[in-house]
């Protein structure tokens, strides 16, 4: 086997290969880091040791790529739009290796430069090997030391934590000076994954019996390490992975005073919040509607739903929530969790803080608008709506509840936060305002409004 053909099989450096390749599909074809590298870790069955070299390797790679662009074009004298982006991508790698992962120098620059050889060609040897050496002189701390002179603060702090220039203003805004670089911080570590059991389903105990840990708020939440698939609980669809940030605007939502009435998600794809609605609307022997308009989407809900009793308690529908098919003030809760840049859920795409670019927030401002007035035209009076995003950026957040409720006497902001009093430093207002580096949680907003 030709050696450019061995590493494409991943035989000869398996978990390197397999970031190299995750990477190249990431960066040409606009794919989520997160699913090229299930699917690539599926296909190709490494060892349990280098499915987690590879992991991480394409993970951090994502994450720090700005600021490692940043450094490679120092080292090597020239901008990354003069070089093949494939070598671009080799470099980005072996900086990973070289400044983040604690892998001694020498191996990790031999190890890369056998993989130029080996995928693209060995005419680029000489140049990677050249430029991750001169990496090598420097700390990742003294790169950037370096590298900040002569930047304002901002910038250079968005060089240190490694996030493009609006998401440092973003949290500067929103957080005391003294969080914000820990707040950007968090945005870099790997988050435990968390479970959700489906209420009248499963149980937190029974999770614990199988190794997992009780959530830190949640009380349908426990934690594991390993693959979720080997729990039982999930296997049968009687618990998910959800992040306890959206268990907890959930759980606010069925804690609000409502009345009794159907509960309806209108945005509900991929069904993690309507799984643990359905279960607690069951309880109150309310009927569910999930309603997503992409169909791909409206069938991971069924999925997420499966472990329910097919008993007619629980619909499913593809509709678009901004021209909704059912008449006005027919539900008691309705869930509007809208399409939202994610600046809140950085950590778990890796990837999506450079692809993201700021004007995404002003051009889903209308979309925004427009689900949370049809949430609000669907409830019945006595009913609440609970407006959530998995972004803190005051123009997807405070700017459009403020609109929605403005001029409007029918319509009553709730304490978010006193719904959920177990959760501390969670409130800005009446709004509920989860973090990363205070609760453990992606950034969940969440604002509750009542018709009168
Ligand atoms: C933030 S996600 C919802 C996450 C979901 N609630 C969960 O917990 O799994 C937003 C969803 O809104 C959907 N969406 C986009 N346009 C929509 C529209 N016009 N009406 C309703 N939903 C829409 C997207 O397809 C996406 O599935």
């Known amino acids: 086997m030709s050696p450019r053909n061995q590493a494409r ?16 599909e990431v960066h040409s074809q606009d794919a ?27 993970s951090g790679t994502c994450r720090l790529q700005g600021s490692y662009d940043v450094i490679i074009e120092a080292a090597s004298g020239r901008g990354l739009s003069s070089l093949q982006p ?47 050496r001169r990496i090598t002189v ?10 900040s002179a002569g930047l304002d603060d901002r910038d250079a702090l968005a060089l240190r934590t490694a996030h493009p220039r609006w998401i440092v203003d973003c949290y500067a805004d929103l957080l005391p000076a003294e969080e914000v670089e820990t707040a950007l911080l968090a945005n870099n570590t790997q988050p435990v994954t968390t479970l959700a059991v489906r209420p009248g389903l499963a149980s937190v105990e029974e999770l614990e019996a199988d190794g997992a840990e009780a959530g830190r708020w949640s009380p349908y939440a426990a934690t594991i390490t390993g693959d979720p698939g080997r729990l039982p609980a999930v296997r049968e669809g009687r618990a998910g992975v959800q992040d306890e940030g959206s268990q907890l605007v959930a759980l606010a939502l069925a804690r609000a005073a409502a009345g009794p009435g159907p509960w309806l998600d209108l945005c509900a794809g991929p069904g993690g919040k309507s799984a643990l609605l359905a279960g607690l609307a069951g309880a109150q022997g309310a009927l569910f509607v999930a309603s997503e308009p992409a169909r791909h989407r409206a069938a991971l809900v069924q999925s997420a739903l499966r472990g329910y009793p097919a008993d007619g308690g629980r619909v499913v529908l593809a509709a678009d929530g901004t021209c909704p098919p059912w008449k006005p003030d027919s539900f008691a809760r309705v869930l509007a969790d809208v399409p939202c840049t994610g600046l809140g859920a950085l950590r778990r795409r890796p990837e999506s803080r450079w692809r993201r670019p700021p004007e995404a927030v002003t051009e889903l401002h209308p979309l925004q608008r427009a ?21 803190p950026h005051h123009d997807e957040t405070a700017v459009v509840v403020e609109e929605a409720l403005a001029g409007r006497e029918d319509l009553e902001l709730l304490d978010a936060p006193a719904l959920v009093p177990e959760v501390p430093d969670a409130a800005l207002g009446a709004f509920l305002q989860l973090w990363p580096h ?7 907003f969440l604002a509750l409004v009542r018709r009168l």
Do not use: I, K
Not at 9 to 24: E, M, N, Q, V
Not at 100 to 128: I, K, Q
């Open 138 to 147: 420097r700390s990742y701390d003294d790169w950037v030391a370096e590298l």
């Open 9 to 24: 099989s991943g035989a000869s450096d398996p978990a390197r290969t397999l970031a190299f390749d995750a990477l190249r």
């Open 371 to 391: 689900l949370l007035g049809s949430a609000l035209q669907s409830v019945r009076p006595g009913g609440v709506v609970a407006y959530v995003t998995c972004s």
């Open 438 to 444: 205070r609760h453990g949680t992606d950034a969940m």
């Open 86 to 132: 494939a070598v671009v991508d080799l470099l980005r790698l072996g900086a990973h290796q070289v400044l983040s992962m604690r892998l001694p120098d020498r191996a990790a620059v031999s190890a890369t430069v056998e993989l130029a050889a080996a995928t693209v060609g060995r005419r680029v040897t000489g140049l990677v090997n050249a430029v991750l």
């Open 32 to 58: 989520y880091a997160n699913l090229v590298l299930a699917r690539l870790l599926r296909e190709r069955r490494l060892s349990v040791r280098d499915a987690a070299f590879a992991t991480e390797l394409l």
